[in-house]
Nanobody, 128 residues
Framework: EVQLVESGGGLVQAGGSLRLSCTVF????????IGWFRQAPGKEREGVSC????????YYRDSVKGRFTISSDNAESTVYLQMNSLKPEDTAVYYC?????????????????????WGRGTQVTVSS
């Protein structure tokens, strides 16, 4: 059974840091790219970052560049999202997702329908 399990969310003050983890089960880690998305109340789900775990290619949305870093531990089948200098507007439920078709990534990595599997999400709240 395919599963993606997020952890590491919580409440943090503006300027603080959190590290999210996404551990995957049920498929070969290197065959997929793992993306991080977020969804704030009343807003659409948006792509935050993505890593093609086979070669380390990464993608970021502009608003998190320089603050967030995606990385992976292939031995642990886990992808991390290190979030620094957090802002209140980063508050959302964060989801990880997996996609097998790498050809889609350069143009569609931030588009939710691109992805095959999803986790249940973890809440990140940044207070001002």
């Amino acid at each position: 059974e395919v599963q993606l399990v997020e952890s590491g969310g919580g409440l943090v003050q503006a300027g603080g840091s959190l590290r999210l983890s996404c551990t995957v089960f049920g498929f070969t880690f290197d065959d997929y790219a793992i993306g991080w998305f977020r969804q704030a109340p009343g807003k659409e789900r948006e792509g935050v970052s993505c890593e093609r775990t086979s070669d380390g290619t990464t993608y970021y949305r502009d608003s998190v560049k320089g603050r967030f870093t995606i990385s992976s531990d292939n031995a642990e089948s886990t992808v991390y999202l290190q979030m620094n200098s957090l802002k209140p507007e980063d508050t959302a439920v964060y989801y990880c997702a997996a996609v097998r078709n790498m050809l889609l990534l350069p143009t569609l990595w931030a588009y939710p329908p691109t992805y095959d599997y999803w986790g249940r999400g973890t809440q990140v709240t940044v207070s001002s």
